[in-house]
Antibody, heavy 117, light 107 residues
Framework: EVQLVESGGGVIQPGGSLRLSCAAS????????MSWVRQPPGKGLEWVSV???????HYADSVKGRFTISRDNSKNTLYLQMNSLTAEDAAVYYC???????????WGQGTLVTVSS | DIQLTQSPSFLSASVGDRVTITCRTS??????LAWYQQKPGKAPKLLIY???TLQSGVPSTFSGSGSGTEFTLTISSLQPEDFATYYC?????????FGQGTRLEIK
């Protein structure tokens, strides 16, 4: 059974850093198209980043240069390193597995990031 | 960036109704469009991909159509569990973008 479990969210001060993790089971992260999508409280979905099986990455303009997507094959885990956080980054962050061009059919439960002093 | 505009943003309907949600894109995206359903406090659920392909396990009351810049999601007969928020997503080019959402509520 495919499962994705996010962790690492919490309360962080503006300007701070946080690393989110997404532990996968039932499939191999490194062989799949993996994404991060976020949702500010009460608002819509915003795509954040993707990593392909060949290691190619893409980012939303709003996070480019501040966020880094990566994976640890030995732990079968996806990561999102978030630096220079602002209030606009506060959201529930979801990791998802999908197919390029076809959307994401497996999602985690999400982890909440709150940016506040 | 490709902008997605969903209409309507809010829809009130009754069980058994047929409803249609439209997603218009600012540039042509072929058939690289997906539809999701999201319920409060839950992750999105993929319903339709490549504009018209029904995701495995999704009821056949859901259907998608369109190509280019105009797409539709149709629910042929609303069930109580269908009341949720629906999002379209373009996967043609980066950055990937979502529509603003359509909230479907019980009349």
């Amino acid at each position: 059974e495919v499962q994705l479990v996010e962790s690492g969210g919490g309360v962080i001060q503006p300007g701070g850093s946080l690393r989110l993790s997404c532990a996968a089971s039932g499939f191999t992260v490194s062989s799949n198209y993996m994404s991060w999508v976020r949702q500010p409280p009460g608002k819509g979905l915003e795509w954040v980043s993707v990593i392909y099986s060949d290691g190619t990455t893409h980012y939303a303009d709003s996070v480019k240069g501040r966020f880094t997507i990566s994976r640890d094959n030995s732990k079968n885990t996806l990561y999102l390193q978030m630096n220079s956080l602002t209030a606009e980054d506060a959201a529930v962050y979801y990791c998802a597995r999908g197919e390029r061009g076809s959307g994401s059919n497996y999602w985690g439960q999400g982890t909440l990031v709150t940016v506040s002093s | 960036d490709i902008q997605l505009t969903q209409s309507p943003s809010f829809l009130s309907a009754s069980v058994g109704d047929r409803v249609t949600i439209t997603c218009r894109t600012s540039q042509g995206i072929g058939s690289y469009l997906a539809w999701y359903q999201q319920k409060p406090g839950k992750a999105p659920k993929l319903l339709i991909y490549t504009a018209s392909t029904l995701q495995s396990g999704v009821p056949s009351t859901f259907s998608g159509s369109g190509s280019g810049t105009e797409f539709t999601l149709t629910i042929s007969s609303l069930q109580p569990e269908d009341f949720a928020t629906y999002y379209c997503q373009q996967l043609h080019s980066y950055p990937i973008t979502f529509g603003q959402g359509t909230r479907l509520e019980i009349k």
